[in-house]
């Protein structure tokens, strides 16, 4: 399965990619810093909003320290929160969202990491979507 990385608010296709694979998945991991809401802290966008859902289950994270991750269906409620929390980054400006993925029955993901950069895991079923779409791969400006 191939990878592609880029950087979200300069990839012009970038709201229609991002909704075109929020419509499809069905699956989600946030990554938040734990403890209190704190304005001052960036990487705490979103986790008002996010702890609020009770379908969300709230796992341990190893990827840095004093975070957790919270995981769980994605269904319409969690796709517009989503979609509100990224939407700075159609303008080119940084989302709220430090750290997530969506995923799609584990056939393929669009992870977001450090707000902006986006790895696409590229399957032949993501590809004809995308193309079927209008959405051409080579068009996203990689690293």
């Known amino acids: 399965?191939?990878?592609?990385?880029?950087?979200?608010?300069?990839?012009?296709?970038?709201?229609?990619?991002?909704?075109?694979?929020?419509?499809?998945?069905?699956?989600?991991?946030?990554?938040?810093?734990?403890?209190?809401?704190d304005i001052e802290n960036p990487l705490m966008g979103g986790k008002l909003e996010l702890e609020k859902l009770a379908q969300l289950k709230v796992l341990p994270w190893d990827g840095t320290e004093n975070a957790s991750k919270l995981t769980g269906k994605l269904g319409?409620?969690?796709?517009?929160?989503?979609?509100?929390?990224?939407?700075?980054?159609?303008?080119?400006?940084?989302?709220?969202?430090?750290?997530?993925?969506?995923?799609?029955?584990?056939?393929?993901s669009l992870t977001i990491s450090d707000f902006t950069e986006c790895i696409l895991k590229i399957t032949p079923e993501l590809e004809s979507l995308l193309l079927k779409n209008g959405l051409d791969l080579d068009s996203l400006s990689g690293h």
């Open 76 to 108: 319409d409620t969690e796709k517009n929160i989503l979609y509100k929390m990224m939407e700075p980054s159609f303008d080119g400006e940084k989302p709220t969202l430090w750290q997530f993925s969506i995923i799609r029955d584990s056939s393929y």
């Open 1 to 37: 399965m191939a990878s592609k990385a880029f950087h979200i608010c300069s990839t012009p296709d970038w709201e229609e990619i991002f909704s075109l694979v929020l419509s499809k998945c069905d699956e989600l991991h946030v990554v938040l810093p734990e403890g209190d809401f």
